[in-house]
């Protein structure tokens, strides 16, 4: 396992970065980095998940604001969208798909390899915390640019990726 000082495992920093950058351009969207965590965080009221099945198990979350929710869907749609509707649940779900096959894509040469991924489901509410001993957990929080400063919380999101290891890792 190649870790940094956080203890997570550079193989899921890596795929986590590249599946979101991946699945946001389909929205013409440039998200940044700006942060890092071993901790399952999902603190706004949508979160969508994606099962990830093979060998290793887990999960895939991407936890967005309402307005930032919108903001991807109007990217999506080439057009400013300002109800959240099926329309932009569905935009924001695909995202999620995309961003969890990309995932699956970088990790198929790795011992993280997936070998499915499940529809993506949306979870409306609040705050949540998913836990299972022994799982790899890499959790990134990016800005969405383009959104004003002054909805600053709001320009926040998270993906995360927990997958039960290989035995041995």
Known sequence: MSANPFG????????VLQGTTAGLSMAAIEPRAAGLSRMSI?????????????ERSGTLSMSFSRHGMLHVASGMMGEPWKELDEVALDCVMEIA????????????????AIHHISLPSMVFGGQYVYFSKGMHTCSITFELPGMPMTMFADRLFHTTISLLPASGL
Do not use: C, M, Q
Request: charged fraction near 15%; aromatic fraction near 6%.
């Open 42 to 54: 999902s603190p706004h009221e949508f979160n969508l998940l994606v099962g990830l099945v093979g």
């Open 8 to 15: 997570i495992d550079n193989t899921l920093i890596e795929a």
């Open 97 to 112: 798909n995309i961003v969890a096959g990309d995932v699956k894509s970088s990790l198929d040469a790795t011992a993280y």
